[in-house]
């Protein structure tokens, strides 16, 4: 099945700065590739996604970009705010006969501070 | 729009007592899932159900079993729970659209210990 590594697992930056959260996967034939945000006691939102025949996709502060060579892809978030700390996880489909199911990253805990 | 809605919320047993997690959503979405969450572990899949009338094995599936009973609800069922169980568990909903893609729509979490 499918193999999903996130980085970092915690990240810490200045409100206003750039965050940059980088998974990679190990099914080459997973084609569907999405972000969701949890915030403290509620379940993940889906913030983003991307799919296999996109490199990159834009979506006003918050972008992702996909190597299917490399098999990584990343999710940018400019001008961040406090209200963007949260915990990240990253997912990419599984193909072939389990081709409905995501599986997610470990997650990242972005804080942002004021 | 109440979405996915999990009961209970919160729940503490004692080792080998049995329980059912319940998940209804209104979203007439085919599929529904079942993850657990555990901290430095991510969201890890229990079970699944594509949907209604099948059911199948996640990454995590022992200890568990499920119940799709019509298309909006999907049960999670500890036979006897163990105090590795203690997690916080996720029912999602999705409609499946072509290439593996589509939202999973997520409940607020049902937090269980075991004692």
């Known amino acids: 099945g499918e193999n999903v590594e996130q980085h970092p697992s915690t990240l810490s930056v200045q409100e206003g700065d750039s965050a940059v959260i980088k998974c990679t996967y190990s099914?080459?034939?997973?084609?569907?590739f999405p972000w969701y945000k949890q915030e403290l006691g509620k379940g993940p939102q889906l913030i983003i996604d991307i799919r296999s025949n996109v490199g990159e996709k834009k979506d006003q502060r918050i972008a992702v970009t996909l190597n299917k060579t490399a098999k990584h892809f990343s999710l940018h978030i400019t001008e961040t705010q406090p209200e963007d700390s949260a915990v990240y996880f990253c997912?990419?489909?599984?193909?072939?006969?389990?081709?409905?199911?995501?599986?997610f990253g470990k997650g990242t805990l972005l804080t942002v501070n004021p | 729009n109440a979405g996915v809605t999990q009961t209970p919320k919160f729940q503490v047993l004692k080792t080998g007592q049995s329980m059912t997690l319940q998940c209804a959503q209104d979203m007439n979405h085919n599929s529904m899932y079942w993850y657990r969450q555990d901290p430095g572990m991510g969201l890890r899949l229990i079970y699944y159900s594509a949907s209604e009338g099948t059911t199948d094995k996640g990454e995590v599936p022992n200890g568990y079993n499920v119940s799709r009973l019509n298309k909006r609800e999907f049960s999670l069922r500890l036979e006897s729970a163990a105090p590795s169980q203690t997690s916080v568990y996720f029912c999602?909903?999705?409609?499946?659209?072509?290439?593996?893609?589509?939202?999973?729509?997520f409940g607020e979490g049902s937090r269980l210990t075991v004692l």
């Open positions: 999602a909903s999705r409609e499946l659209l072509p290439a593996n893609t589509g939202e999973l729509f």
């Open positions: 099914d080459s034939a997973s084609n569907y």
């Open positions: 997912a990419a489909s599984d193909s072939g006969g389990s081709n409905y199911k995501l599986t």
